[in-house]
């Protein structure tokens, strides 16, 4: 006895431990992710409802297919009936599809009522989709910062091994705190882009000129990570959503350190910046929002996207170089920067026109992050 | 199919020779020969782009291609296989077909015919020489979605546009002369309810094609206008919509993919009643299924647009009306079934094919059933489950209807049978490839893995693999069907006129001797 109920031990262990440990554990590889949160967990459940239906209806159909293939094969001899129409038979079938799908309406239609729930939040978020990065803006506190994929290129290039996060890791995530009622408004800034969190089962395109919504109500921290899925450009695939939810403590905490840093950022402003400064500064904005398009050695790609090393612009025009950081050009993938900080702004511009053989044949202006008040000041006249 | 050259013994007047016998032609046959080999070049370009696409997707990083030609590979893939591989190859095969099936001597209108053929080649050589330009062929996917297509499209997007309205052309052309045909020129006798199920699909597939491509005409011009002449249709900058594309747009795109498959519903209906030996079953709700299946496609365009945030009504609507399609489509394979059940059945290439049509197309039907549940739909859309969802139906559905049918009616062209052991060997490796590649897509789908990525995370990098080599199977595979295509055509066992065991009695084109006369009946049959 002590032997069986040993190996029924062992038994039971590997049935009921091992195995539904490893097939949930890998469920996430080959499933929709049940989530964390109610509505999730609900779509989840819905999601698995239908697929059963499909499989019991699949079973039935291709069953009486596979079955009369089978039996009423020639090679065995056997003769055609002489049939062709049944009216009742057409009928109940049609009736009895109609059933089945009434059936999977209601619990989609109860779902639906409630995943599309657009309730003031507690906390409301701005998310604008750029080329190609997320922004994320706190509408109740002065907070607001860009998202960009934080995975090395050398990675992308195989020039290095890919870490544990490949393609799903960005410089600042977006923090939120747990338990409470998020509500997002999610808009595009230059073509259509869409937020996903398969965790929280929020999707929404990221659309110019609209401002779409969606909510969430995290239960757990944890990082959650989803992508942009609505073709956006070349670098659709790399401009993944990553989104930090804490205790609410932490997140005040947060809140309060973004705020201060936000204050001194704007002391920085009025600060005397020496070119080096600006240079070093500049190139690490460079490298993060820039390289995509006009490359780490400034030579683009043309003729979409120019080259920055001995360009009329960055050589002899800083004037225009302002003006194209601040507004953009109309009608090309170069999109505004006016979001950013002053100092980044003139920090960037300062190493595009130092950088490359661009110090040594231009005109050497240096445009400090006062020449960027005093452009903004003029136009906002 | 080029033995109708010797068959000018048939007809006083058999075709001219040379080059210019296919430019000038107007003869039905001739043009169904030249759809159907520009659908089979068309295939094997837009197939290779595929390989491009899944060579760069074998492994996580960029390898092979970087993503801006990776967009230009999808977007122009999807582009040919829609419009330059399953359109003119369901034409051709109406074409062939349809004068033999009513009884009719010829298109009724030859020239036409001629141009619509003809427009395709210089459509789809502008859009090509697209990718060899500085700026590189359109990027922004095969649904082209504004503004991307638009204010930051590559200048090529003009040579897209133009190329759009010429297919246009020729499918609407081509729809006229369809349905001119069936209206004027069936045999006496047949009555509308007593058209074989094919004519029956084309004519419904005629109708959708008039009603929809001037659409499709409309919204690229919108496009042009906005990028040429300053106007703001999809440009929020300028007050204008983006999402009005999008709803423009899917009000085409949705009739669109029926388009691409009632006729193979017609064929896949002919097979099945042939190698069954037993007449279709339930002739008149296939009729009503189709129809209602053409009238429902009109009302459920959005459901592509789940995410766009339309009103909840708008939402739960499209999700019901997509549903309701299922229930025709249902019926559809109940029918295909009772057909089979307590019939004879042999399973020569064609019926191989024509089954798996039925399996593996419902299993594209199940997967868009979950699709329109709106809630589950924010957890699919824009994944590899949608990938997964409409290669199942287009291509083990139309594109396999397509092959039955060319394997069903080859014979009667060429008046060789083909060769049934490589047919066999062909079906069969399609079958797996077909399965090896798009079955795994489900999966990669629902763990996340979103479509139109040329690089992904590293928990999608097994279920890649394996859809890679599925793919590059399938890809080869094919070659081996224009093998068996043009050993057909130069030799083989003779055809009878039936060609099948018991057709004589199942429609009009098994009358005709094989391979088919030059000018088809010259003397009109009567149908009881
Ligand atoms: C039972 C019948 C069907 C249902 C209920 C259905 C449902 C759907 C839904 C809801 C979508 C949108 C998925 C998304 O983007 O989130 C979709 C996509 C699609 N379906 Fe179907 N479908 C059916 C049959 C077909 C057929 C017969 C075809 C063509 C032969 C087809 C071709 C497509 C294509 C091409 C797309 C993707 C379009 C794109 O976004 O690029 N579907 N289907
Ligand atoms: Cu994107
Ligand atoms: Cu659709």
Redesign the interface.
């Known amino acids: 006895m002590a032997y069986l109920s040993k190996f029924s031990f062992k038994f039971y262990q590997i049935i009921f431990l091992i195995l539904p440990a490893t097939l949930l554990g890998e469920a996430?590889?080959?499933?929709?992710?049940v989530g964390v949160t109610e509505?999730s967990r609900?779509?989840f459940d819905?999601?698995m409802l239908?697929?059963w239906v499909?499989v019991w209806?699949?079973v039935v159909?291709?069953g009486?297919?596979f079955w009369?293939?089978w039996k009423?094969?020639?090679?065995k001899g056997?003769?055609?009936?002489?049939?062709?129409?049944?009216f009742w038979?057409?009928i109940g079938?049609?009736v009895a599809?109609?059933l089945i799908?009434v059936v999977?309406?209601v619990p989609?239609?109860q779902?639906?009522?409630k995943?599309?729930d657009d309730a003031e939040g507690e906390i409301n978020i701005m998310v604008t989709g750029h080329?190609w990065k997320w922004h994320y803006k706190y509408l109740e506190d002065d907070i607001s910062f860009f998202s960009n994929l934080s995975t090395d290129p050398e990675?992308?290039?195989?020039k290095m091994p890919?870490g544990?996060?490949?393609?799903?890791e960005v410089d600042e995530p977006l923090v939120i705190p747990i338990n409470k009622r998020i509500r997002f408004l999610i808009t595009g800034n230059?073509?259509?882009h869409?937020w996903?969190v398969?965790d929280f089962?929020?999707?929404?395109?990221a659309?110019?000129?609209?401002i779409?919504?969606a909510w969430t109500n995290v239960p757990e921290p944890g990082i959650y990570r989803?992508?942009?899925?609505?073709?956006?450009?070349?670098?659709?695939?790399?401009m993944p959503v990553v989104v930090r939810a804490v205790e609410q403590e932490e997140y005040d905490a947060w809140v309060v350190e973004k705020v201060m840093l936000a204050e001194q950022e704007k002391l920085l402003t009025s600060k005397e910046w020496t070119t080096e400064e600006l240079f070093e500064r500049g190139e690490g904005f460079y490298q993060t929002n820039c390289v995509a398009c006009h490359q780490v050695n400034g030579q683009g790609?043309p003729?979409?996207f120019p080259a920055l090393e001995g360009s009329q612009i960055t050589l002899n025009d800083a004037p225009r170089q302002i003006e194209i950081l601040m507004e953009g050009v109309q009608?090309a993938?170069m999109a505004s920067y006016a979001g950013y900080s002053e100092v980044d702004i003139a920090a960037v511009i300062t190493y595009t026109r130092q950088a490359w053989s661009n110090g040594e044949n231009g005109d050497g202006v240096i445009v400090t992050p006062q020449d960027i008040v005093a452009y903004k000041n003029k136009t906002e006249l | 199919m080029s033995t109708v050259v010797e068959t000018h013994d048939h007809g006083h007047h058999g075709p001219a020779k040379g080059l210019t016998r296919w430019l000038y032609t107007t003869n039905h046959k001739d043009i169904g020969t030249l759809y159907l080999w520009f659908s089979c070049l068309m295939l094997f370009i837009g197939g290779s782009m595929a390989m491009v696409i899944r060579a760069e997707l074998f492994q996580?990083?960029?390898?092979i291609v970087e993503?801006?030609f990776f967009?230009q590979m999808t977007t122009n893939h999807g582009l040919i296989m829609v419009f330059g591989v399953i359109m003119p190859a369901f034409v051709g095969l109406a074409n062939w077909m349809l004068p033999m099936q009513i009884g009719a001597p010829d298109m009724a209108l030859p020239r036409l015919n001629n141009l619509s053929f003809w427009l395709l080649p210089m459509a789809f050589g502008i859009l090509i020489s697209t990718l060899f330009m500085?700026?590189g062929g359109p990027?922004?996917?095969w649904t082209f979605?504004a503004?991307?297509s638009t204010?930051?499209a590559?200048s090529t997007v003009n040579y897209f546009i133009f190329s759009v309205h010429i297919m246009g052309i020729s499918s609407i052309l081509g729809s006229i002369n369809i349905i001119t045909t069936i209206f004027n020129m069936r045999a006496p006798g047949m009555t509308l309810m007593k058209m074989p199920l094919f004519v029956w699909s084309w004519l419904i597939t005629a109708y959708l094609l008039i009603a929809v491509m001037p659409v499709l005409a409309g919204v690229v011009t919108m496009m042009l206008m906005d990028i040429n002449f300053g106007t703001s249709f999809f440009n929020?900058?300028g007050g204008?919509?983006?999402?009005l594309f999008q709803h423009v747009f899917w009000f085409f795109g949705h009739p669109e993919v029926y388009i691409m498959i009632l006729p193979a519903f017609g064929i896949a209906s002919h097979i099945i009643e042939t190698f069954?030996?037993?007449?279709?079953?339930?002739?008149?709700?296939m009729v009503y299924a189709m129809s209602s299946i053409a009238i429902l496609s009109f009302v459920v365009w959005a459901h592509h647009m789940f995410?766009?945030?339309m009103p909840?009504a708008g939402?739960?609507f499209f999700?019901?009306s997509t549903?309701?399609i299922?229930?025709p489509t249902?019926?559809k394979?109940?029918n295909w079934?009772?057909?089979?059940?307590?019939?004879?059945?042999?399973?020569e290439t064609p019926m191989l094919f024509a089954?798996a049509f039925?399996?593996l197309f419902?299993?594209g039907g199940?997967s868009g059933?979950?699709l329109a549940?709106?809630?589950?739909d924010?957890?699919?859309?824009?994944?590899y489950f949608v990938v997964a969802h409409f290669h199942y139906v287009l291509v083990p559905g139309s594109l396999f209807g397509i092959i039955a049918g060319v394997y069903y009616w080859l014979p009667k062209w060429t008046g060789n049978m083909y060769d049934e052991t490589l047919g066999q060997l062909h079906f069969w490796l399609t079958f797996i490839s077909v399965n090896l590649t798009f079955f795994p897509m489900h999966?990669?789908g629902?763990?996340?893995m979103?479509?139109?990525?040329?690089?992904?995370?590293?928990?999608f990098a097994d279920?890649n693999m394996v859809i890679s080599v599925g793919a590059f199977l399938f890809g080869i595979t094919q070659l081996l069907l224009v093998f068996i295509v043009i050993k057909s055509i130069r030799a083989g066992k003779k055809a009878k006129p039936e060609v099948w065991e018991g057709a004589g009695e199942l429609g009009l084109e098994w009358t005709l001797e094989s391979p088919a006369p030059y000018h088809t009946f010259t003397v009109q049959p009567q149908v009881k």
């Not at chain 1, 996430?28 to 992710?33: F, T």
């Open positions: 996430a590889d080959y499933n929709m992710s509505v609900e779509i819905l999601h239908i697929f499909c209806i699949g159909v291709f009486i297919m009369s293939l009423y094969r020639k090679s056997a003769v055609a009936a002489d049939f062709d129409d049944n038979l057409e079938w049609t599809a109609t799908l999977i309406a989609s239609t779902v639906m009522v995943a599309y080329q990675q992308i290039y195989n890919k544990e996060f490949y393609l799903k230059d073509v259509i869409s996903w398969p089962a929020v999707k929404q395109d659309i110019p000129g609209f779409n919504t989803g992508n942009c899925t609505e073709l956006c450009g070349i670098r659709h695939a790399f790609i003729p979409v009608g993938a | 996580p990083g960029l390898q993503p801006e967009n500085p700026e990027n922004f996917g979605y503004p991307l204010t930051y590559p929020a900058g204008g919509d983006p999402v069954s030996r037993k007449p279709i079953f339930g002739y008149t709700s995410t766009v945030g909840l939402e739960l999700m019901y549903m309701l299922a229930i249902g019926v394979v109940f079934i009772a057909t089979m059940y307590r019939g004879s059945i042999t399973f089954i039925v399996a419902t299993i199940f059933l979950m549940i709106v809630p589950a924010f957890q699919y859309h824009d994944t999966f990669v629902l763990a996340g979103p479509r139109r990525y040329p690089d992904y995370a590293l928990q279920f």
